[in-house]
């Protein structure tokens, strides 16, 4: 049974940090890319880091991009997402998602949350003005 859970999230004010992590089980943990998604209140899920089994591509939403960096640790079966210069748009639940990567992970495999097999329950993330 695959099991994705992610934690780290909680409440920080605007301009802070925060460390999101997920572990993963049940699965070839190498064998997949690894996604970020994020759900504001009211609004549809949302694109915002993934990250290639090997580590060597990464990609980002526009509003991610130079503030939030995602990594993952194929020993331990992790992946995290750091969050540098938080806003207030960027309170949200925050899924970690698994996509089973054959060949070259691309941009827009890596966006399209259709492309993601296995999907955690979410960490909730409230930026504080």
């Known amino acids: 049974q695959v099991q994705l859970v992610e934690s780290g999230g909680g409440l920080v004010s605007a301009g802070g940090s925060l460390r999101l992590s997920c572990a993963a089980s049940?699965?070839?943990?190498?064998?997949?890319?690894m996604g970020w998604f994020r759900q504001p209140p009211g609004k549809e899920r949302e694109f915002v880091a993934g990250?290639?089994?090997?580590?060597?591509?990464?990609y980002y939403s526009d509003s991610a991009n130079d503030r939030f960096t995602i990594s993952r640790d194929n020993a331990k079966n992790e992946v995290h997402l750091q969050m540098n210069s938080l806003k207030t748009a960027a309170t949200a639940a925050y899924y970690c998602?698994?996509?089973?990567?054959?060949?070259?992970?691309?941009?827009?495999?890596?966006?399209?949350?259709?492309?993601?097999?296995?999907w955690g329950r979410g960490t909730q993330v409230t930026v504080s003005s």
């Open positions: 049940g699965l070839r943990f190498r064998d997949y890319a």
């Open positions: 998602a698994a996509h089973l990567q054959q060949g070259y992970f691309i941009s827009v495999q890596a966006k399209d949350l259709r492309e993601y097999a296995y």
């Open positions: 990250i290639s089994w090997s580590g060597g591509n990464e």
